[in-house]
Nanobody, 123 residues
């Protein structure tokens, strides 16, 4: 069983930056693909980014490529999402998740979820 806790969200002006952290517990963390999803009010939860256990492969939603960077530090059991050049449309609750099977882009492929951290980008 894996437990995930997100932190680092907050209020930032358009063009600013935030770094989200996801602290994970469990010995399976180092062998698990990890992902970030987000959900805005009235919207479906959507994929943002994912990273392999070694950090050698990353995957991004098209609209965040070049602005967001996902990384992980397995020694600290932590996954990060560096978000630069933030836009108002990035406003959402951001969730960390642990993958178990299937497409890295699909919410249904992830078995463990954190409680989320709010990111608000003002114009």
């Amino acid at each position: 069983q894996v437990q995930l806790v997100e932190s680092g969200g907050g209020l930032v002006q358009a063009g600013g930056a935030l770094r989200l952290s996801c602290a994970a517990s469990g010995r399976t963390f180092s062998s698990s693909v990890m992902g970030w999803f987000r959900q805005a009010p009235g919207r479906e939860r959507e994929f943002v980014a994912a990273i392999s256990w070694s950090g050698g492969r990353t995957y991004y939603k098209d609209s965040v490529k070049g602005r967001f960077t996902i990384s992980r530090d397995n020694a600290k059991n932590t996954v990060y999402l560096q978000m630069n050049s933030l836009k108002p449309e990035d406003t959402a609750v951001y969730y960390c998740a642990a993958h178990y099977s299937g497409s890295y882009y699909s919410m249904q492929s992830y078995g463990y979820w954190g409680q989320g951290t709010q990111v608000t980008v003002s114009s």
